[in-house]
T-cell receptor
Framework: GENVEQHPSTLSVQEGDSAVIKCTYS??????FPWYKQELGKRPQLIID?????GEKKDQRIAVTLNKTAKHFSLHITETQPEDSAVYFC?????????????FGKGTRLSVIA | KAGVTQTPRYLIKTRGQQVTLSCSPI?????VSWYQQTPGQGLQFLFE???????NKGNFPGRFSGRQFSNSRSEMNVSTLELGDSALYLC?????????????FGPGTRLTVL
C-alpha cells in the first residue's frame, strides 16, 4: 500500500521568510496530492492540491510542486505570516478507477515568529 | 451550506466499554471517510463508505466498524475500548468516491478512554 513520509516534523521561520515542507510517496499509481492545514483545535482544511498531470500549481502565497519520477512533492509558502502557523499535512491517493483512500503524512508543525 | 457535523464532540469512556460516533455529511455528499488522529501519528484512515457500502478499509482491528445510512449519515463503532483508542476521530465527506473531489472534514469527536 501507499506510504507517505513528511519532513520536517517541526519548522520555525521568521515572519516574511519562506517555508518549505517536503513529502515522498511510495505508490507510483498515486495521482492526487492534497495539502491540508489544521490550526490548533480546528478541523483540517484543504489549502491546495495537485494532480499527477501537473508539475506545479500556485495560489497566491502557496505553491505545490510535484516530481513524479522521484515520487516527491513539496509545499512552498512565501512571505509567511503569523496566521500561517498551523500543522500541515500532505496526502496521496489514486483517483479514478479503483480509488484508494487518502494516506497522510504525519504532519509538520509550522511556527511563524513575528 | 452547512458543513460536516459530528456528535458527540467529546466522550469519556472506560476500558472495555463500547462507543458509537456519528457523522452527518454536507448535504448532497454521498461519500464519508473516517480517520483516527493521534499526536505524532497524523491521520490514519479507518474506512470509507459510499451509498451505504464500505469501499475501503484501513488497517485497524475488527473492534472498529462502521456503517452508512440511506441519507448518507454515517456511524462508527468501537467495541471493547482500549486505552490506545484515545484519539480525535474525524470524519470527512465528499461528493463521490470517484474523481478528484475535495474531502471536507468535520470538527471531530475527542474520545478519552480511562
Amino acid at each position: 500500500g501507499e506510504n507517505v513520509e513528511q519532513h520536517p516534523s517541526t519548522l520555525s521561520v521568521q515572519e516574511g521568510d519562506s517555508a518549505v515542507i517536503k513529502c515522498t510517496y511510495s505508490d507510483s499509481a498515486s495521482n492526487y496530492f492534497p495539502w491540508y492545514k489544521q490550526e490548533l483545535g480546528k478541523r483540517p482544511q484543504l489549502i491546495i492540491d495537485i494532480r499527477s498531470n501537473v508539475g506545479e500549481k500556485k495560489d497566491q502565497r502557496i505553491a505545490v510542486t510535484l516530481n513524479k519520477t522521484a515520487k516527491h512533492f513539496s509545499l512552498h509558502i512565501t512571505e509567511t505570516q503569523p496566521e500561517d502557523s498551523a500543522v500541515y499535512f500532505c496526502a496521496a491517493s489514486k483517483r479514478g478507477s479503483g480509488n484508494t483512500p487518502l494516506v497522510f503524512g504525519k504532519g509538520t508543525r509550522l511556527s511563524v515568529i513575528a | 451550506k452547512a458543513g460536516v457535523t459530528q456528535t458527540p464532540r467529546y466522550l469519556i469512556k472506560t476500558r472495555g466499554q463500547q462507543v458509537t460516533l456519528s457523522c452527518s455529511p454536507i448535504s448532497g455528499h454521498r461519500s464519508v471517510s473516517w480517520y483516527q488522529q493521534t499526536p505524532g501519528q497524523g491521520l490514519q484512515f479507518l474506512f470509507e463508505y459510499f451509498s451505504e457500502t464500505q469501499r475501503n478499509k484501513g488497517n485497524f482491528p475488527g473492534r472498529f466498524s462502521g456503517r452508512q445510512f440511506s441519507n448518507s449519515r454515517s456511524e462508527m463503532n468501537v467495541s471493547t475500548l482500549e486505552l490506545g483508542d484515545s484519539a480525535l476521530y474525524l470524519c470527512a465527506s465528499s461528493l463521490s468516491d470517484r474523481g478528484f473531489n475535495e474531502q471536507f472534514f468535520g470538527p471531530g469527536t475527542r474520545l478519552t478512554v480511562l
